[in-house]
């Protein structure tokens, strides 16, 4: 079952271009989290310290992506180029 919002906002409220930035990246996570929640099924049917494991390497994982988002943000913007 899906859950749909529908929102209502005055136009100048929402930058519409971070709008737009944020359904695109939505539009490119969905398949991972549909992937994910397939691979987590049988996951949970492992021992306690295989679970520790499995998170352990996207807790590492998750915060490494994060700054590699950042340096390439600042690198853009200290470059004069548009996102």
């Given at each position: 079952?899906?859950l749909?919002i529908?929102?209502n906002?005055?136009?100048?409220?929402?930058d519409k271009?971070?709008f737009q930035?944020h359904l695109r990246?939505?539009a490119i996570?969905?398949?991972?989290?549909?992937?994910?929640k397939?691979?987590?099924?049988?996951?949970?049917?492992?021992?306690?310290?295989?679970?520790?494991?499995?998170f352990?390497?996207?807790?590492?994982?998750?915060?490494r992506?994060?700054?590699?988002g950042a340096v390439?943000?600042f690198?853009?913007?200290d470059?004069?180029?548009?996102?």
């Open positions: 079952m899906k749909e529908e929102v906002v005055a136009a100048d409220v929402v271009v971070d930035e990246k939505e996570l969905a398949p991972l989290v549909d992937e994910l397939l691979q987590f099924k049988p996951a949970s049917q492992l021992d306690p310290e295989e679970k520790k494991v499995i352990s390497v996207i807790e590492s994982i998750i915060p992506s994060t700054v590699k390439r943000h690198s853009i913007a470059s004069g180029g548009s996102r």
